[in-house]
């Protein structure tokens, strides 16, 4: 090839590269520096990883409920925790609830209260028996198993609640008693009332001891025109032991009379005698007791 072919040739192939990329360039763009830079951060923005922020919220869900359920378990045992007491057979117990007011437990019996709301609450549930001597200008309530219940005010009184029998005697001031549907009495200093079923029964003729507290808080027990068979149930709950019967029905005989719970077989004399009836040990725990011949 010639130098001026040469030439030619070379001259051609610029021409064709600069058209090449005049087709193929980048118009500039008409977006000033700050526009630019704004859009450079957002797209970096953009591209940050999401993960942490969402881990970070996760954790503070979880705190919140774990410390949700911390503040309701909490709650829910300052408000239904309780403090019970409770004697068993032979047993006598002196308590004393958060006012001050003093409580004596016969045996067998069971009282339980609010370990942390007794001041707001005020109620007392009891199961067997106990004397109260309440503390002057305090209140509260006595409720059975049966729903039946005790409102008192600064006063002394003692309640049995065993099985279907609720009784109830004032020793000091004024008790109101109300059965489970809502029937109520007033007693005074000296009144003894049952509720039956739905009905209240007075009393009339029941004389309290010379003593300002129950006969049982000293051991004695005393009976009048009673089912022998529950004369024979606190036999049992005093001495700890079992009887059983053959022959007669002690829940169709009535005994009037009294024993204390220092003497086994002085107790079984005192109740068997006027009965007629006779006892025989069948082992240390257990006593027959039968008609005489």
Same mark, same amino acid.
């Given at each position: 090839?010639?130098?001026?072919?040469?030439?030619?040739?070379?001259?051609?192939?610029?021409?064709?590269?600069?058209?090449?990329?005049?087709?193929?360039?980048?118009?500039?763009?008409?977006?000033?520096?700050?526009? /630019?830079?704004? !859009? #450079?951060?957002?797209?970096?923005?953009?591209? =940050?990883?999401?993960?942490?922020?969402? @881990?970070? +919220?996760? *954790?503070?869900?979880?705190?919140?409920?774990? /410390?949700?359920? !911390? #503040?309701?378990?909490?709650?829910?045992?300052? =408000?239904?925790?309780?403090?019970?007491? @409770?004697? +068993?057979? *032979?047993?006598?117990?002196?308590?004393?609830?958060?006012?001050?007011?003093?409580?004596?437990?016969?045996?067998?019996?069971?009282?339980?209260?609010?370990?942390?709301?007794?001041?707001?609450?005020?109620?007392?549930?009891?199961?067997?028996?106990?004397?109260?001597?309440?503390?002057?200008?305090?209140?509260?309530?006595?409720?059975?198993?049966?729903?039946?219940?005790?409102?008192?005010?600064?006063?002394?009184?003692?309640?049995?609640?065993?099985?279907?029998?609720?009784?109830?005697?004032?020793?000091?001031?004024?008790?109101?008693?109300?059965?489970?549907?809502?029937?109520?009495?007033?007693?005074?200093?000296?009144?003894?009332?049952?509720?039956?079923?739905?009905?209240?029964?007075?009393?009339?003729?029941?004389?309290?001891?010379?003593?300002?507290?129950?006969?049982?808080?000293?051991?004695?027990?005393?009976?009048?025109?009673?089912?022998?068979?529950?004369?024979?149930?606190?036999?049992?709950?005093?001495?700890?032991?079992?009887?059983?019967?053959?022959?007669?029905?002690?829940?169709?005989?009535?005994?009037?009379?009294?024993?204390?719970?220092?003497?086994?077989?002085?107790?079984?004399?005192?109740?068997?005698?006027?009965?007629?009836?006779?006892?025989?040990?069948?082992?240390?725990?257990?006593?027959?007791?039968?008609?005489?011949?």
């Amino acid at each position: 090839m010639t130098h001026m072919g040469k030439n030619k040739a070379e001259t051609d192939i610029s021409a064709l590269t600069r058209q090449t990329l005049d087709s193929v360039r980048i118009p500039a763009s008409t977006r000033s520096k700050e526009e /630019a830079w704004n !859009l #450079l951060v957002q797209k970096i923005e953009r591209q =940050k990883a999401p993960e942490p922020v969402k @881990s970070l +919220s996760l *954790g503070w869900k979880t705190a919140a409920i774990a /410390a949700s359920l !911390l #503040l309701i378990i909490s709650l829910a045992y300052f =408000k239904y925790s309780t403090v019970s007491y @409770s004697t +068993s057979r *032979g047993q006598h117990l002196s308590v004393w609830l958060p006012d001050g007011s003093e409580v004596a437990l016969n045996a067998c019996s069971r009282i339980q209260y609010p370990r942390y709301w007794f001041i707001n609450s005020r109620k007392v549930m009891l199961n067997g028996e106990a004397f109260f001597k309440v503390t002057k200008g305090s209140t509260f309530t006595v409720i059975s198993s049966l729903h039946h219940r005790v409102e008192v005010v600064g006063t002394q009184f003692n309640v049995t609640a065993r099985d279907s029998i609720f009784k109830v005697t004032c020793y000091e001031g004024k008790v109101k008693v109300i059965s489970h549907s809502g029937k109520s009495a007033i007693l005074s200093k000296g009144n003894t009332t049952s509720i039956v079923g739905d009905s209240i029964i007075h009393h009339q003729n029941e004389v309290l001891p010379a003593s300002a507290t129950p006969a049982w808080t000293t051991g004695e027990f005393y009976f009048e025109t009673a089912p022998l068979q529950i004369v024979m149930d606190e036999l049992m709950r005093q001495y700890r032991v079992n009887i059983i019967t053959n022959g007669f029905n002690p829940a169709t005989r009535y005994y009037t009379g009294y024993f204390t719970n220092k003497d086994l077989k002085q107790a079984l004399d005192w109740v068997t005698i006027p009965m007629n009836l006779k006892y025989t040990f069948l082992n240390d725990t257990t006593v027959n007791i039968y008609p005489a011949p």
